[in-house]
């Protein structure tokens, strides 16, 4: 492993494709903390894989990578998992150690500063951004980095219902399957954004494009949609289904910080309906616009969890 050190970097990305709010990151020189709410998080810790243990090749390196080894949170602290024995268990404490010890004093610069400034879109024939495929803060992966199609969310989430759709006779469930509405959204926005391109965001709100451009321009900074999904739509069904789907989403969506208060103020009371969804994504969302109204949404959310 490395050598310890004390110096830590904290940084947050965001968990897209399908969104799903901000990761916070804390990291070591041996070691790395992360959490979707700010409140639990996984600690992995690097370490050479224990297959070489048993290897007898002498002129091949070690593989390092990290593994899970721990849950930590302010009230009850590091949990360790048990890991394989073979495994240097003395440096990997020693590390989760150093790392959880300087957790406590990093909550309250939540939420941290978000640095994933790569982000491929899917574009339209014009080159204008529709939809948020993938980020990330390493220019030197995105040739790795195989961004698929936009997704509304995982194949396993059920929960997008929409009631314009609802109103038009197509049901959530159904023959198709039992996200029939989230894929019902896919569609429209597949057919809209058939190109993917990269660009990296600058700090005035503009982009650099990356490539593959075929000569459509750059975007200006306006034409970048500040929720990851683009709200012009050519008609009112259109734009009412991506609607009600961001107001599904909401919750996470407040923890994006480079929204304005008019957007924030729209999201609010949407997110204030999902109160137990609120409360978990509270300590991550940068700014409140009518504090008194997520207050309320947190009791409530506090009642439902405590008769659960």
């Not at 650099?208 to 321009?217: A, F, I, V």
């Not at 990851?228 to 789907?245: F, K, M, P, R």
């Not at 999201?267 to 616009?289: D, K, T």
Request: net charge neutral; glycine share 6%; hydrophobic share 40%.
């Amino acid at each position: 492993m490395n050598a310890p050190t004390d110096k830590a970097r904290h940084y947050a990305v965001r968990r897209v494709n399908p969104f799903e709010g901000v990761l916070q990151v804390v990291e070591t020189a041996n070691a790395r903390a992360y959490s979707a709410n700010g409140q639990t998080w996984q600690i992995q810790v690097i370490a050479q894989r224990p297959d070489h243990t048993w290897r007898s090749f002498g002129d091949i390196a070690p593989i390092e990578q990290y593994f899970n080894f721990g849950l930590w949170d302010a009230q009850d602290g590091l949990h360790r998992i048990p890991a394989n024995p073979v495994m240097d268990i003395g440096s990997m404490t020693a590390a989760s150690d150093r790392l959880a010890a300087k957790l406590p004093a990093l909550l309250a610069a939540l939420p941290f500063p978000l640095i994933d400034d790569y982000e491929c879109w899917s574009t339209d024939y014009q080159g204008n951004p529709i939809a948020l495929l993938a980020t990330t803060e390493e220019p030197a992966v995105m040739a790795d980095l195989r961004p698929g199609r936009w997704q509304a969310g995982r194949l396993a989430d059920h929960g997008f219902v929409s009631p314009s759709l609802i109103a038009r006779g197509i049901p959530s469930r159904g023959e198709m399957g039992p996200r029939q509405h989230a894929e019902h959204l896919e569609r429209q926005v597949r057919q809209r954004g058939q190109h993917k391109t990269w660009f990296r965001r600058l700090g005035d709100g503009g982009a650099e494009c990356l490539g593959p451009s075929d000569g459509r321009g750059v975007p200006d900074a306006r034409s970048f949609p500040a929720f990851g999904l683009t709200t012009d739509w050519a008609n009112e069904q259109e734009l009412a289904l991506v609607n009600e789907y961001l107001a599904w989403r909401s919750p996470q969506l407040l923890m994006l910080q480079k929204i304005d208060d008019a957007q924030r103020s729209w999201l609010e009371p949407l997110a204030c309906r999902q109160a137990v969804e609120l409360a978990a994504a509270y300590r991550l969302i940068p700014r409140f616009m009518d504090p008194h109204r997520i207050e309320a949404a947190r009791v409530e959310a506090s009642l439902r969890n405590a008769a659960r």
